[in-house]
């Protein structure tokens, strides 16, 4: 049982991963050195904190590319 939660854990996690990749290539991000994708990630992390004016910029933007796909 306990074998099955963790491989359903294990799983899950994969997934998220992958989505998450898939996010950086939606960006047009993919074939930027990870240094540069971690840099990026760090610094807008570092901007959001206590900023909700950023946070719902960004959230904006991000709502829009999705919006496209779904055209």
Known sequence: MARTMSNDARKKDTREKIELGGLIVKAGLRY????????????????????????????????????????
Request: proline residues 0%.
């Open 32 to 71: 930027e050195k990870r240094a540069l994708l971690l840099g990026l990630l760090i610094e807008a992390a570092g901007r959001l904190k206590g900023d909700e004016a950023e946070r719902s910029r960004l959230t904006a933007i991000g709502t829009e590319a999705f919006g496209r796909d779904s055209k």
